[in-house]
């Protein structure tokens, strides 16, 4: 009797891990196939690109953003870097900050928006590092990061989830330093503002300050200036 009752719950426990293990294959089968959604063109113009998708994150809105930007790798990183301009680019930051630094190429930021109505203000802290390549592209790698408090009055926290930049470095006809950026990210502005609002806004956001990059960036006095470590493309 008792033989039959392990022997029972030992069938029990093998078509659990089974089905288990099916379930997990179908699950990961799924997910692979939603992150290979091809993507849908929001705004397109000669030289800016904005395009979205959903995610497997919580079927939120994935946003990439293609450009071709007058600009070296070192102009571009110093810029992006320039935390006391950032409001000058990025659309609605108030203002942002580096809270901790690990190294040259990896610290902890924060950002904070201005309200836009209905909406309460918000921010985002981040955790950014940066690398190069072999082919001389670089990669620069953003994710939530708390670790360090910061005090937020009154804000709203945005969670953004992943963030990524490819910059590639291109020679054009004139043998000017040109970059072709490809950033992607997903994020949650949070609140009950409803999806729909919600990507609109995102979408709009990222064109806008895609735009005032590619204007500023190309006069910036970064462009003048070069970071140890980092490869220029060159003849």
Same mark, same amino acid.
């Given at each position: 009797?008792?033989?039959?009752?392990?022997?029972?719950?030992?069938?029990?426990?093998?078509?659990?891990?089974?089905?288990?293990?099916?379930?997990?294959?179908?699950?990961?089968?799924?997910?692979?196939?939603?992150?290979?959604?091809?993507?849908?063109?929001?705004?397109?113009?000669?030289?800016?690109?904005?395009?979205?998708?959903?995610?497997?994150?919580?079927?939120?809105?994935?946003i990439k953003v293609t450009a071709l930007v007058n600009s070296s790798l070192s102009g571009f990183l110093l810029?992006?870097?320039?935390?006391?301009?950032?409001?000058?680019?990025?659309?609605?930051?108030?203002?942002?900050?580096?809270?901790?630094?690990?190294?040259?190429?990896?610290?902890?930021?924060?950002?904070?928006? @201005?309200?836009?109505?209905?909406? *309460?203000?918000?921010?985002? &802290? +981040?955790?950014?590092?940066? !690398? $190069?390549?072999?082919?001389?592209?670089?990669?620069?790698?953003?994710?939530?990061?708390?670790?360090?408090?910061?005090?937020?009055?009154?804000?709203?926290?945005?969670?953004?989830?992943?963030g990524h930049w490819l910059l590639t470095p291109i020679l054009n006809n004139k043998q000017q330093k040109q970059?072709?950026?490809?950033?992607?990210?997903?994020?949650?502005?949070?609140?009950?503002?409803?999806?729909?609002?919600?990507?609109?806004?995102?979408?709009? @956001?990222?064109?806008?300050?895609? *735009?005032?990059?590619?204007? &500023? +960036?190309?006069?910036?006095? !970064? $462009?003048?200036?070069?970071?140890?470590?980092?490869?220029?493309?060159?003849?």
């Amino acid at each position: 009797m008792t033989f039959n009752v392990f022997k029972a719950i030992k069938v029990i426990v093998i078509a659990f891990i089974i089905t288990f293990v099916i379930s997990d294959a179908c699950l990961v089968k799924a997910a692979s196939l939603t992150s290979e959604l091809p993507w849908k063109k929001w705004k397109q113009s000669k030289h800016l690109n904005v395009s979205s998708r959903i995610s497997t994150i919580d079927q939120l809105t994935e946003i990439k953003v293609t450009a071709l930007v007058n600009s070296s790798l070192s102009g571009f990183l110093l810029f992006i870097q320039d935390v006391k301009n950032t409001p000058a680019w990025l659309t609605n930051a108030s203002s942002s900050k580096v809270v901790k630094n690990f190294s040259a190429t990896e610290h902890i930021f924060t950002v904070n928006f @201005s309200a836009i109505w209905p909406l *309460k203000p918000r921010h985002l &802290q +981040l955790h950014s590092h940066y !690398w $190069q390549n072999s082919d001389l592209s670089v990669e620069i790698q953003l994710k939530d990061d708390f670790s360090v408090e910061i005090e937020h009055k009154n804000t709203v926290r945005v969670k953004f989830y992943e963030g990524h930049w490819l910059l590639t470095p291109i020679l054009n006809n004139k043998q000017q330093k040109q970059l072709i950026i490809e950033y992607t990210f997903i994020a949650d502005g949070g609140g009950e503002m409803p999806k729909w609002f919600a990507d609109q806004l995102a979408l709009k @956001s990222i064109l806008k300050s895609m *735009k005032k990059m590619n204007q &500023q +960036l190309p006069q910036s006095k !970064w $462009q003048q200036q070069t970071i140890p470590g980092i490869t220029e493309l060159s003849l």
